[in-house]
């Protein structure tokens, strides 16, 4: 079956400094998620991107946050200025095909984020 | 607001019995539910998805089950065996355009004992 794949799978930096969070969705899908959980917590969306710009953000993803498809296959995620309650896993995720109404998600891996 | 929950945080069972898990959402206006499984260090994993215009729906050795009265969703997972233990969320999706997004409930630890 066809995958998601992120890089890198941890991630330690400083709060402070910048992260880039890296995903290669499955290559004919259109729209891409980014999905974040908290230790212990539920999985909670961040923001969703299709024909090249966002759909729909949740209010976790404030201005410190960008996502960006620099190419065909990539799809990344910018925190511009971690802070420490940024710590938590980033799945990425994609779903395809015509419409992307009630299709299956696919999602990744994720890359465990901790902000020291 | 609009939610999805999951009345059992912990549920333990014998390999080999079947295992219930459930999940009760407050958004009428939900028309797509989906619950994922998630294994220690690794993404959600699909199980099953069912749309609001049915009631049940079987795959290999899960069931799900869609109550719209009630606004519950239970996903039934036969003959359990210690790989089936993991966290299992649902998930629900509105009618919308492109962008949709999944809400997730807080999830079940099942535990199967040998």
């Known amino acids: 079956e066809p995958e998601v794949t992120q890089t890198p799978s941890h991630q330690v930096t400083q709060m402070g400094q910048e992260v880039i969070l890296r995903c290669v969705p499955i290559?004919?899908?259109?729209?891409f998620y980014w999905y974040r959980q908290i230790l212990g917590q539920k999985v909670e969306f961040l923001v969703s991107f299709y024909n090249n710009e966002i759909s729909e953000k949740s209010e976790i993803f404030d201005d410190q946050f960008s996502v960006e498809r620099p190419d065909g296959s990539n799809f990344t995620l910018k925190i511009r200025s971690t802070k420490l309650e940024d710590s938590a896993m980033y799945f990425c995720?994609?779903?395809?095909?015509?419409?992307?109404?009630?299709?299956?998600?696919?999602f990744g891996s994720g890359t465990q984020l901790s902000v020291l | 607001g609009e939610s999805v929950g999951l009345h059992l945080p912990t549920l333990s069972v014998q390999e080999g019995d079947n295992s219930i898990i459930n999940c009760a959402y407050s958004?009428?206006?939900?028309?797509?539910f989906i619950w994922y499984k998630q294994e220690s260090g690794k993404g959600p994993q699909f199980i099953i998805d069912i749309r609001s215009n049915m009631d049940k729906r079987q795959g290999q050795r899960v069931t799900v089950l869609l109550n719209k009265t009630v606004k519950h969703l239970s996903l039934q997972i036969a003959a359990t065996q210690p790989g089936d233990s993991a966290v299992y969320f649902c998930?629900?999706?509105?009618?919308?355009?492109?962008?949709?997004?999944?809400?997730f409930g807080g999830g079940t630890r099942l535990m199967v004992k040998p």
């Open positions: 995720a994609s779903r395809g095909q015509a419409t992307g109404v009630n299709e299956k998600l696919f």
């Open positions: 958004n009428s206006a939900s028309d797509y």
């Open positions: 290559s004919n899908h259109l729209y």
């Open positions: 998930a629900e999706e509105g009618q919308r355009n492109a962008g949709n997004m999944l809400t």
